[in-house]
């Protein structure tokens, strides 16, 4: 099962949309209309931090790939140039290691923020500003069907869910 969701700002494309994902086939109780945001958040699983988290986790792993063999080469030069060692050397690694970790995270944080925010942002703002937003539930078959209606009556950012 998918989910077809699209905005819209005038309610006759509304009206049409709804009788044209009829004719194809879909059922009334599979067709939505929200109007209030805190619905389309709720189905858009506006859990913006579950997204976030998961962007700051691979800047974290991304920092670490990078910082880390540099850690290492310089923990291998410090001790080698200055006959330190070897703990000297795990120390220079173990920051290195944690400075990419903690700068691929900062970074990925904001990534993450950007990504989450794209995705709300279009339906979440449209409707407080009067859109509404028709949500679709359909079978995979009948998904490019639904996605070319809600094109075809002005939808905004139809996208599939």
């Known amino acids: 099962m998918k989910t077809v969701i699209g905005l819209f700002w005038r309610d006759e494309n509304v009206k049409d949309s709804i009788r044209e994902l009829k004719e194809i086939g ?55 140039i200055f006959d330190f060692g070897s703990a000297l050397g795990v120390g220079i690694l173990a920051a290195f290691v944690t400075i990419g970790a903690a700068f691929g995270a900062f970074m990925g944080h904001f990534v993450g923020m950007d990504k989450a925010e794209r995705g709300y942002h279009l339906y979440c703002q449209g409707v407080c500003r009067g859109g509404k937003v028709v949500v679709v539930q359909t079978s995979d078959e009948l998904v490019a069907k639904a996605v070319s209606t809600l094109r075809h009556e002005d939808a905004l950012g139809v996208t599939t869910l």
């Open 26 to 80: 879909l059922g009334e109780d599979r067709i939505h209309v929200m109007t209030r945001d805190y619905a389309v958040r709720e189905l858009l699983g506006c859990d913006q931090d579950h997204v976030i988290a998961k962007c700051a986790f691979w800047g974290a792993l991304l920092g670490i790939a990078v910082f880390g063999p540099l850690g290492l080469g310089a923990g291998l030069c410090e001790c080698g």
